[in-house]
């Protein structure tokens, strides 16, 4: 059978969050704190505040940790909501990286690791980095790897050294979960504090999105020693464990733009209703309409492939295959729909006056993080070429 409809409760703590995000985050849109290289540590704060104080922080967080454990399809449901405001994500700490990080650290972290690295992220007092994209290749090809660790006879310890960039959230974070290229094992995830002595901050890169805190990081790992308590999970197997949490990351990324792009067509179309042109609304001119029309399609042909996805995962699939063909649709369709935002818009579109323009430029973002679309469609058609 197939049911589409949402579970009560579901579509009840849905509303509450869309609430939430309508009166207590979107007005801090137009906050100056809310800069070129994304929130700051401080907007983020207040933001998170915010939304302990309503009972919605980090709804999505294990029961044993304070939340709900919704699963995939819920999840789908609640995140869309909390998008509604890309600052939404941020304030109720299901953002990126944070999100992807505290899932695949409550799966494989030890009890140690956890208490002193996720439990402090689930409760909000400090965010989280993923260290894996490297200038000279790394990322969508992680197999590029250069960065590299070898283990101190002496000691035990590990030490790294090597070069990453466009890694989320770098200035201020304080759980790091870092991949380098173990001598004699392969890629190796470590989890270390931000403060510690060889991680250097060079620089925060100028991007087109704004949406993450403290932007994107240029970082360089100088003969960073960790212990051998850092290592997270086992040595080599950072690869296994990277698609452990980019399945569901992918999929959390399309239900999140999802609530931001609907919050863009919900705008048009009241602009539309009211904007004139030659003796009528604009929404009433087909050029318009037809627009409107392709929006509402897009945005429900997204809505019911990560549901689907969602419901595969639920079902205890890897998922990798759907994630791949939702992510990469979901992200151009979505681009599509803010990009006809604009236009309907028109001169508004383009300027600050709506949240529109800034959804826009985050949201192209969207077709490249987690994967470019052509690197997915790589990776489906190997797929569907080998059956």
């Known amino acids: 059978m197939i049911d589409f409809e949402i579970p009560a409760e579901t579509a009840e703590l849905a509303a509450k969050i869309r609430q939430f ?16 290289h994304g929130p700051t540590e401080d907007l983020r704060r207040e933001l998170v505040a915010k939304a302990r104080a309503a009972g919605l922080l980090t709804f999505q967080a294990p029961k044993e940790f304070g939340g709900i454990a919704p699963s995939h399809l819920e999840q789908a449901v609640l995140f869309e909501a909390a998008g509604w405001s890309t600052l939404g994500p941020v304030a109720l700490n299901c953002a990126a990286p944070d999100e992807g990080n505290m ?38 090809d992680p197999g590029q790897l250069t960065t590299k660790a070898v283990r101190d006879a002496s000691t035990g310890d590990y030490v790294i050294n090597g070069r990453k960039w466009l890694i989320t959230g770098a200035n201020g974070a304080r759980t790091w979960i870092i991949m380098a290229d173990l001598e004699g094992a392969g890629a190796t995830l470590f989890l270390c504090h931000g403060d510690a002595p060889g991680i250097v901050i060079e620089r925060t890169m100028d ?3 704004r949406n993450y805190v403290e932007g994107h990081g240029v970082v360089l790992f100088d003969d ?5 308590s850092a290592l997270l999970g086992e040595e080599g197997e950072a690869f296994r464990y990277a698609q452990l949490r980019l399945a569901p990351a992918r999929l959390t990324h399309c239900m999140r733009w999802l609530g931001a792009a609907s919050r863009a067509h919900d705008i048009a179309l009241d602009y539309a209703r009211t904007r004139t042109a030659f003796g009528k609304p604009i929404g009433q001119h087909q050029g318009v ?31 990798r295959h759907e994630s791949s063909m939702v992510k990469s649709t979901v992200s151009e369709q979505l681009f599509q729909v803010a990009d006809r935002c604009v236009q309907v818009l028109g001169g508004m579109g383009i300027s600050d006056e709506t949240p529109v323009a800034m959804i826009f430029r985050d949201i192209r973002a969207f077709r490249l993080y987690d994967g470019p679309t052509e690197v997915h469609k790589y990776a489906i058609a190997r797929q569907v070429l080998g059956r």
């Open 224 to 228: 960073l020693r960790l212990p051998p």
């Open 207 to 209: 991007t087109m999105d």
């Open 289 to 319: 309409g037809f627009m409107l029309a392709d929006n509402e399609i897009a945005l429900q042909q997204c809505r019911l492939m990560i549901w689907w996805a969602c419901w595969k995962l639920d079902q205890g699939e890897r998922g």
């Open 21 to 36: 995000v309508t009166d207590e985050v979107v007005p801090y849109e137009k906050d100056p704190r809310l800069t070129q």
């Open 103 to 140: 899932f695949l650290l409550s799966k494989i972290a030890n009890p140690a690791q956890v208490a002193e690295f996720l439990k402090p992220v689930i409760d909000g007092h400090q965010r989280s980095v993923f260290a894996m994209t490297e200038p000279g290749g790394a990322g969508s």
